[in-house]
């Protein structure tokens, strides 16, 4: 399980979308605070002079809320990515410690977690180096020790956890 590459790249645009927008402003903001200090030289009460000084107040005002929301971004990003990597690691745990409750084989488990990860028969048989109707019989059994009647019931008993609902207690006692 790897984090999804669509919601990586999104939140690596939008940093390097900040960052440039950041540069571009911060760019402007040399200017204009080089330019008024020129034009305060020349005529500090003129409305050039004072529309230009405001302008140059928001462009660092800019600067300040965007260095904010790009660190806020940056910040949100690791702890998605922090989040991710412990709901991977729990999710694992939790599938071990059913597995144990089910009492299923070593050989079981195998099947049993190619059979999470979505492969068929065929290519578990293959994986395996074990005969389809071996693989087939393995399902059989570790559904039967699971209390599920198919692959989407197996699969959805842990999904249910990520869900948040739980696994009941009659189910998780099996």
């Known amino acids: 399980?790897?984090?999804?590459?669509?919601?990586?790249?999104?939140?690596?645009?939008?940093?390097?979308?900040?960052?440039?927008?950041?540069?571009?402003?911060?760019?402007?903001?040399?200017?204009?605070v080089g330019d008024v200090i020129g034009d305060l030289r020349e005529d500090p009460t003129s409305v050039h002079f004072i529309f230009e000084a405001v302008v140059t107040a928001a462009l660092v005002l800019g600067i300040l809320f965007g260095t904010f929301a790009l660190r806020r971004t940056i910040e949100l990003l690791r702890a998605q990515d922090q989040a991710l990597a412990v709901a991977r690691g729990a999710l694992s745990d939790v599938i071990d410690r059913q597995?144990?409750?089910?009492s299923l084989t070593?050989?079981?488990?195998?099947?049993?977690?190619?059979a999470l990860k979505g492969l068929d028969v065929a290519e578990i048989a293959e994986l395996r180096g074990a005969a389809q109707g071996?693989?087939?019989?393995?399902?059989t059994r570790i559904y039967s020790k699971a209390g599920v009647s198919g692959r989407a019931q197996f699969a959805a008993f842990f999904v249910e956890d990520l869900l948040g609902a739980g696994v009941p207690e009659a189910q998780a006692a099996q």
């Open 1 to 32: 399980m790897t984090a999804s590459p669509d919601l990586q790249t999104a939140g690596r645009r939008q940093t390097a979308a900040l960052s440039v927008f950041l540069v571009v402003q911060t760019l402007g903001t040399v200017f204009f």
């Open 99 to 102: 597995f144990t409750a089910w």
């Open 106 to 114: 070593p050989a079981e488990r195998d099947v049993a977690f190619l």
């Open 134 to 139: 071996t693989v087939r019989a393995q399902l």
